[in-house]
């Protein structure tokens, strides 16, 4: 092997090293991307989790709201009811001891 075949390839090899240099940086580049990436996926899925224990409270409160009004008209019909019947066996019984 003579010195220009030598220059030659450790040119080539420099020129080698260079580029694959600049791949791992690209390559180190894109692995902190994922790492980010990775790190706000997981702050979304805790987020996400935390929502979803909220929403579950919400609609625990929502529910007990909702059956209040339903609660109260059955007092009402309840006591409707009662007078009504109320009403008439007092009025059955007047009759009857008339």
């Known amino acids: 092997m003579d010195n220009t075949e030598m220059i030659e390839k ?12 600049k791949r791992l ?8 991307e994922n790492r980010e990436l990775t790190v706000a996926v ?17 609609n625990e409160r929502l529910k007990i709201i909702e059956e209040k009004p339903t609660k109260n008209w059955d007092k009402v019909v309840t006591t409707i009811i009662g007078t009504v019947v109320g009403a008439l066996a007092g009025g059955i019984i007047g009759l009857i001891l008339k």
């Open 10 to 21: 450790v040119a080539h090899l420099e020129e080698r090293a260079k580029s694959n240099t």
């Open 25 to 32: 940086d690209e390559v180190e580049q894109e692995v902190k």
């Open 42 to 58: 997981k702050e979304i899925a805790t987020e996400m989790k935390h929502l979803r224990e909220e929403q579950s409270s919400m």
